[in-house]
């Protein structure tokens, strides 16, 4: 049997004709798995925002390399509070001044403190840092409630965050901001990634219009391609976009064949349905190793996956995701299927390829749904105070509607088995921040 065949065997209850949500990203998380990437590169600290790691980074050193005041304050022995009672008072004699950057060498006796900058390295044989607003100074004497701390606080321990020859980050992580950040503080100014994932996409159909042409009757100008770029490039893809292919079955296979030649993936909308015109079907059927899906979902009923081969001996299939032709039903199977799939074909871990998480809300107003399908509702999400947030459907429904996807910053994800809701009801929201 074909690859596809297998995966579809394993499944249960797999039914092409009326694929359930889950079941779709359970094809797509084990079509994904052999495509893995697994060149590397070291590259600048600074250029590997978004990467992916390629191996584990093992921290050199101890961060912080040495227990240090984590307030601006006077640091002592918390031995002295233990047996005080709560209404007692400290007063201890100041010996000097610690500051960050440089350790204090002084001699501490019995009774003393030494005034201490935040980060400064903690003197030897003190534990606790008493913050100055809670502290009276008269000349070279502190004085403080004794109720104000416990032996130990205010003190940052050597290795509290990152311990000498354990892993900061794990292989298959995402590079975030903070990320960058950490590896940083470990004095490393490369980082292991996994070259970036190739993606080659285009629009079909005759009644698609590009940039700049005059428009005619019955004819739309091609919204995907640019939500395609956006998203794919928001991932971290390297994108190839092959512009907009016609309704010629010769042009979809030319165009099919080089995708799969420049890239890992391939992503086309449009030309997946069962209409006279939609070549699409029929030549990636003739070409490569396809499924063909009616997705219980809303919007994005009409889906195609598979693998095209290539003749390059060096690459193995490119793995094809065949989107509907409607923009929102793009961006939503995007979101539900593609996104994933790409993040592990990226090299992710499990974690870092998983859907966005949904965030609880409360529907303002009423929606309609029936059992047996998964739907999602574009809508917009605001906080309310001692409360679950709010979320309100934003616009109009319809699969083409860009604008309301524009209003939208999250999707109500109304699921299989869920009914209508009532006003007030909480739902589940997909949200977009980082995403779209």
Not at 41 to 55: P, T
Not at 128 to 157: H, M, W, Y
Not at 176 to 194: C, I, K, N, R
Request: with cysteine; aromatic share 4%; glycine share 10%.
């Amino acid at each position: 049997m074909s690859r596809i065949a297998d995966i579809a065997a394993a499944l249960a209850g797999y039914d092409p004709k009326a694929l359930g949500v889950d079941a779709v990203q359970a094809f797509l998380a084990q079509l994904a798995e052999p495509a893995v990437l697994t060149q590397a590169e070291r590259i600048a600290l600074r250029d590997a925002l978004g990467r992916v790691l390629a191996e584990d980074i093992v921290s050199p050193v101890s961060v912080p390399p040495h227990d240090n005041s984590a307030m601006d304050g006077f640091a002592f022995d918390g031995r002295l509070l233990e047996g005080l009672a709560n209404d007692a008072t400290v007063e201890l004699r100041v010996v000097g001044t610690a500051l960050a950057g440089a350790a204090w060498r002084g001699n501490v006796g019995a009774g003393d403190a030494v005034k201490i900058m935040t980060g400064a390295v903690m003197p030897a044989g003190l534990d606790t840092v008493i913050p100055q607003e809670f502290c009276s100074v008269e000349g070279e004497s502190v004085r403080f409630p004794a109720k104000a701390l416990r032996r130990g606080d205010n003190r940052r321990l050597a290795g509290e965050d990152l311990m000498q020859g354990k892993p900061a980050l794990r292989r298959g992580e995402i590079i975030s901001p903070a990320a960058l950040g950490m590896v940083a503080s470990l004095g490393l100014p490369m980082v292991p990634v996994l070259r970036r994932l190739r993606v080659a996409y285009f629009s079909t159909g005759d009644e698609i219009l590009s940039l700049g042409e005059l428009p005619r009757e019955g004819a739309v100008y091609d919204s995907n391609r640019y939500t395609v770029f956006g998203l794919l490039t928001r991932l971290g893809c390297e994108v190839i976009d092959l512009g907009l292919v016609r309704d010629d079955p010769a042009a979809l296979e030319s165009a099919l064949r080089r995708a799969a030649s420049e890239a890992d993936a391939i992503i086309t909308s449009g030309g997946v349905s069962v209409g006279e015109a939609d070549h699409t079907r029929a030549v990636m059927q003739r070409l490569g190793d396809m499924a063909f899906w009616r997705v219980a979902m809303r919007p994005g009923r009409p889906m195609a996956v598979g693998l095209i081969p290539t003749e390059r001996p060096d690459r193995g299939p490119a793995v094809l995701f065949g989107l509907p032709g409607n923009p929102v039903a793009v961006m939503v199977t995007f979101l539900a299927f593609v996104r994933p799939a790409l993040l592990r074909m990226m090299g992710c871990n499990d974690a870092c390829a998983a859907p966005p998480p949904l965030l609880r809300a409360r529907s303002v107003g009423a929606i309609r749904k029936k059992p047996g399908r998964t739907e999602y509702q574009r809508g917009h999400v605001q906080p309310v105070a001692g409360s679950l947030p709010e979320v309100r459907i934003a616009g109009n429904q319809g699969s083409g509607v860009l604008s309301s996807m524009v209003e939208a910053n999250g999707l109500v994800v109304l699921h299989h088995d869920q009914g209508s809701v009532a006003d007030g009801d909480p739902v589940d929201v997909m949200m977009f921040d980082g995403v779209i």
